[in-house]
Each structure stands twice: as structure tokens, then as C-alpha cells.
Antibody
Framework: QVQLEESGPGLVKSTQTLSLTCTVS??????????WTWIRQTAARRLEWLGR???????TYNPSLNNRITMSLDSSRNQFSLTLRSVTAADSAFYFC????????????WGQGTLVTVSS | DIVMTQSPDSLTVSLGERATINCEAS????????????LAWFQHKPGQPPKLLIY???TRESGVPDRFSGSGSGTDFTLTIDNVQAEDVAFYYC?????????FGQGTKVQIK
């Protein structure tokens, strides 16, 4: 059974860079047709898809992030990561990693989520 | 982006009653090529990962109780919870995966009276 777990700092200063890692267990992130995804949930409980990365490491990002995002894959550690630059208070949220069954797919499973707060 | 709008925002029902949550998409999420609606439903309890309930608008995920059902097509969808149980207290979200970026409804909070 595939499980995902997010890790990273819970506090980031405004204008700096947010970096999170998702560790996948129970399956290889570089095989199969699964896409590895980051989603965040704001204080208003809104869910926003941030981006996905293919098993070969090709990313697709949400244009709403204005080129502040980078995702990467580390097959040797079975991890994928999120970097979000120039953060503001609006980037404070719960960040989830999740698996998608393809480019057009639902998300299952999800990680537990990690809270990131941007401080001024 | 496709805007997903859920109603109501909050719902209070008695144990054993039915809960109905609606989800409207700003454009159709039905693909004629495979006759499928690209719509999923999730349950989210605070402190837990969101849980997939329904995909293809009406296909129940393995292990999900059959009191959960999804219906609808095109732009209008419904999640129905029959015989609501105490463990069903949660937030419920619809999600379209018809195109990129995938988008979610704002969520519906289900509580017990």
C-alpha cells in the first residue's frame, strides 16, 4: 500500500523560499504511470493544485503561481520535492502531497499534510 | 480554470437521515470520447489525509461504504450520504480532473444534529 509523508520547515520568512519533501513508501515513484502532486489548503479550507511531476521528472505547474514554483524527483530516495520562491502570507497553508493516476485523474492517496506558516 | 461551486456550505442532519451535497462546474466535465464525467468526491476530516470516495462521478472507491453515492453529469453533480453516521462528520469536496489545472469545490461541512 502506497503511503506519502510530507516533511519540511513549518515556518518560513516572507520573501524567502519554501521547500518541502514528500517521501513515498510502498511503491516506486519512477515506475508506472502515476504523477506526483502537490496541493495546498488555505485557512479558508480552499484546496489549490500546485503542480505535478511525471515518473520521468517532467513537471507541470499551476500558472497561478507566477513561475515561483519548482518541483523535482529524486528516484534514489523515492522522494519528490516542492520549492516555492518569494513567499508571502498568502502562501501560509497546509501542504499535501498526493498521487494521481495520470494527467487527468483524481488524487489517491494523500499524505497527512504539513502546515507551513509564512512570517513577516 | 473550471470553477467548482458546492452547495450548501454547511449541512446539519440527524443520525440516520440523508445528506445531499451539490457540486456545479462552470463548464461540462463530460468527455464524449469515453462517455465519462471527470469528477471526484473526497471526504476530509481534520488531522487526516483527504480520502477518495467517488471517481468518474459515480464509481465508489473500494472500501467506501455503500451509503455514499455519486450522481450527475455534465455540469451538475450530487454526493448523497444515506443513513448518516457519526463518523461521517467531515468536510466534503468535489474535484474536476477534466483539464489542467484540476480544481476543487470550496467544501461542504457535514455535522450531526
Amino acid at each position: 500500500q502506497v503511503q506519502l509523508e510530507e516533511s519540511g520547515p513549518g515556518l518560513v520568512k516572507s520573501t524567502q523560499t519554501l521547500s518541502l519533501t514528500c517521501t513515498v513508501s510502498g511503491g516506486s515513484i519512477s515506475s508506472g504511470n502515476y504523477y506526483w502532486t502537490w496541493i495546498r489548503q488555505t485557512a479558508a479550507r480552499r484546496l489549490e493544485w500546485l503542480g505535478r511531476i511525471s515518473p520521468s521528472g517532467s513537471p507541470t505547474y499551476n500558472p497561478s503561481l507566477n513561475n515561483r514554483i519548482t518541483m523535482s524527483l529524486d528516484s534514489s530516495r523515492n522522494q519528490f520535492s516542492l520549492t516555492l520562491r518569494s513567499v508571502t502570507a498568502a502562501d501560509s497553508a497546509f501542504y499535501f502531497c498526493a498521487r494521481a493516476g495520470g494527467i487527468l485523474s483524481w488524487f489517491d492517496p494523500w499524505g497527512q499534510g504539513t502546515l507551513v506558516t509564512v512570517s513577516s | 480554470d473550471i470553477v467548482m461551486t458546492q452547495s450548501p456550505d454547511s449541512l446539519t442532519v440527524s443520525l440516520g437521515e440523508r445528506a445531499t451535497i451539490n457540486c456545479e462546474a462552470s463548464q461540462s466535465v463530460f468527455y464524449n470520447s469515453n462517455k465519462k464525467n471527470y469528477l471526484a468526491w473526497f471526504q476530509h476530516k481534520p488531522g487526516q489525509p483527504p480520502k477518495l470516495l467517488i471517481y468518474w462521478a459515480s464509481t465508489r472507491e473500494s472500501g467506501v461504504p455503500d451509503r455514499f453515492s455519486g450522481s450527475g453529469s455534465g455540469t451538475d453533480f450530487t454526493l448523497t450520504i444515506d443513513n448518516v453516521q457519526a463518523e461521517d462528520v467531515a468536510f466534503y469536496y468535489c474535484q474536476q480532473y477534466y483539464n489542467t489545472p484540476p480544481t476543487f469545490g470550496q467544501g461542504t461541512k457535514v455535522q450531526i444534529k
